[in-house]
């Protein structure tokens, strides 16, 4: 991954956040407070804008703009969570390329953050149930040494596969979790986000 190509995904991820944007929503008046697609889509605007004034000499100057400026632009618990991703991500990539193994410690550095500032673990129905069989699949896909956008597309079907097994789960983190056992039969929002952020990412490098 160079900076063009941490560009383009994050183009891509903004693209596809506002074709779902009101699937987004859907799925969070369903468990949650009706946003989530418009907490992601005012996000992304201001990150493609905030991208658009940016000259980055790293991978990762891409990233960590992007994070700031959603924990700087998105109220709800998902700008914070996955503004903490991208920075931590940002951190991890000091140079203009970044091989597989780095992006793969990146992605990981981000899946840490979101679990120390929101401390949810995989079953609790949220995002953390797509972004970490995402980042096993890569892990694994790599050490196989398939090619990196091999490796993506099999991590982003873990990441889809991770979005649908959120909906026969009880919430246990965030707004969800007020619900109980009446947020069975939901599929959870933030996993939904991140499913496409991944897809993003495998559109990108395969391309
Ligand atoms: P809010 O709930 O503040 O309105 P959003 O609707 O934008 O924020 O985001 C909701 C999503 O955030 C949920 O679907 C879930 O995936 C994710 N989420 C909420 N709390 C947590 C948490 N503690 N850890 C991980 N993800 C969380
Ligand atoms: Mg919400
Ligand atoms: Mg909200």
Redesign the pocket.
């Known amino acids: 991954m160079d900076i063009a190509v941490a560009r383009a995904w994050i183009l891509a991820v903004a693209t596809a956040i506002d074709e779902h944007a009101d699937q987004?929503t859907q799925?969070?008046s369903a468990?949650?407070?009706?946003?989530?697609g418009?907490?992601?889509r005012r996000g992304f605007t201001a990150v493609v804008a905030a991208l658009d004034e940016l000259s980055a000499g790293t991978v990762g100057d891409v990233l960590a703009k992007t994070g700031v400026t959603l924990i700087s632009s998105?109220?709800?618990?998902?700008?914070p969570?996955y503004g903490n991703a991208f920075r931590a991500m940002g951190k991890a990539l000091f140079e203009p390329v970044a091989d597989g193994d780095q992006v793969l410690a990146a992605l990981t550095g981000g899946l840490v953050a979101?679990?120390q500032?929101?401390?949810?673990v995989p079953g609790?129905?949220?995002?953390?149930?797509?972004y970490a069989p995402a980042v096993a699949t890569l892990k694994k896909a790599l050490a196989e040494h398939r090619d990196f956008a091999a490796a993506a597309t099999a991590a982003a079907d873990a990441a889809e596969a991770g979005m649908h097994a959120?909906t026969p789960l009880i919430?246990r983190?965030?707004?969800?979790?007020y619900l109980g056992s009446r947020s069975v039969g939901h599929q959870?929002?933030?996993?939904?986000?991140?499913a496409l952020i991944f897809r993003a990412l495998a559109d990108t490098v395969m391309t």
């Open positions: 987004l799925l969070d468990i949650g407070d009706a946003d989530h418009v907490n992601m998105v109220g709800g618990a998902s700008g969570l979101v679990q500032l929101g401390a949810a609790d129905k949220t995002m953390v149930d797509a959120t919430a983190k965030g707004r969800a979790s959870d929002p933030g996993a939904t986000s991140t």
